[in-house]
């Protein structure tokens, strides 16, 4: 699986759109992004995927540039209940399905 | 989204005794499960591949012989610490593939004093 970078943290405004970016610079043609989240001692959450077009769904939009190699999640108005690490898995889709998992990014929402 | 559950949420256990962690896939049939540890501030590792109905695999560096995997049916998973030390201490975690996708137990957080 590609590795990705994250950075380590992050603040947003509640009520504000928060980005969070990930580069993925090696992916591969058949890799697929995925976003989890993790709230504190709970186990992850899955948010969102795509391959290639951007997706949005209840929970948050991500888009992917066109050459693949960084993507965005958005969340468009955070919440005090979106605080946590949010960790950007590029794997192929149909695998085994383990994941792995680098540091994510520490999202923090003040009010 | 699919629901995996586990049992308990925390146990505190003493030195030397074994703890058994399950992992239920409530609403659909796993086949595969994995099992991962997380320390404080750290991320998750994957420790081991549970595959019903034959042997577990093991990541490099976990003692097969410390953590006991069995997967007996399509909906459990066990992860049992023998001989639990203070080193143990951690945040267990399951999860289930539904249709290729992960979904994630809530945890397990594991005191060994």
């Known amino acids: 699986d590609a590795k990705t970078t994250q950075p380590t943290s992050m603040d947003c405004a509640e009520g504000r759109a928060a980005n969070l970016p990930c580069n993925h610079s090696t992916i591969s043609g058949n890799e697929y992004v995925y976003w989890y989240r993790q709230i504190h001692s709970q186990g992850p959450q899955y948010i969102i995927h795509?391959?290639?077009n951007n997706e949005t769904n209840e929970m948050a939009s991500l888009i992917i540039t066109e050459d693949r190699k960084s993507s965005t999640l958005i969340l468009p108005h955070a919440t005090l209940r979106d605080t946590a690490v949010y960790y950007c898995?590029?794997?192929?889709?149909?695998?085994?399905?383990?994941?792995?998992f680098g540091s994510g990014t520490q999202l923090t929402v003040l009010p | 989204g699919a629901v995996v559950s586990q049992h308990p949420s925390w146990v505190i256990c003493k030195s030397g005794t074994s703890v058994k962690i399950e992992c239920r896939s409530l609403d659909f049939q796993a086949t595969t499960m994995f099992w991962y540890r997380q320390f404080p501030k750290k991320s998750l590792m994957l420790m081991a591949t549970?595959?019903?109905?034959?042997?577990?695999?093991?990541e490099q560096g976990v003692e097969k012989d410390k953590f006991l995997i069995n997967h007996a049916s399509l909906t459990l998973s066990t992860l049992t610490v023998t001989s639990a030390h203070p080193e143990d201490s951690s945040f267990y975690i399951c999860s289930g593939i539904r249709n290729t996708e992960a979904f994630f137990g809530q945890g397990t957080r594991l005191t060994v004093v």
């Open positions: 549970s595959n019903e109905g034959s042997k577990a695999t093991y």
């Open positions: 795509g391959l290639k």
């Open positions: 898995i590029v794997t192929r889709s149909g695998s085994a399905r383990q994941l792995t």
